[in-house]
Nanobody, 121 residues
Framework: QVQLVESGGGWVQPGGSLRLSCAAS????????MGWYRQTLGKQRELVAD???????VSANSVKGRFTISRDNAKNAVYLQMNSLKPDDTATYYC???????????????WGQGTLITVSS
């Protein structure tokens, strides 16, 4: 069994910064893409950014230039540095990872429990 544990959410004023962390644990052979999604009430979950083991990044246009995703493969961890936060960034943020538990198996898509970020004055 594998799980993702997130940390770093909370309240911040507009223009402020927060850093999210997510670590995978359990029976892990290899992790493919890791990323961050966010969701607000009544809306679909949307990709914020993801990153491959080699460091290739895909990010939403709305966060480019403000959010930076990174990962530490040795620690099975992914991070999201969020700067210049706006009220529109208010959402629950979910960590996501595609995890292989055995050498030949298909990757499992695993989600974190979600962490709420509130941007307001």
């Amino acid at each position: 069994q594998v799980q993702l544990v997130e940390s770093g959410g909370g309240w911040v004023q507009p223009g402020g910064s927060l850093r999210l962390s997510c670590a995978a644990s359990g029976s892990i052979f290899r992790i493919d893409t890791m990323g961050w999604y966010r969701q607000t009430l009544g809306k679909q979950r949307e990709l914020v950014a993801d990153i491959t083991p080699g460091g290739s990044i895909v990010s939403a246009n709305s966060v480019k230039g403000r959010f930076t995703i990174s990962r530490d493969n040795a620690k099975n961890a992914v991070y999201l540095q969020m700067n210049s936060l706006k009220p529109d960034d208010t959402a629950t943020y979910y960590c996501n990872a595609h995890i292989h538990t055995m050498p030949e198996d298909r990757a499992l898509e695993v989600w974190g429990q979600g962490t709420l970020i509130t941007v307001s004055s």
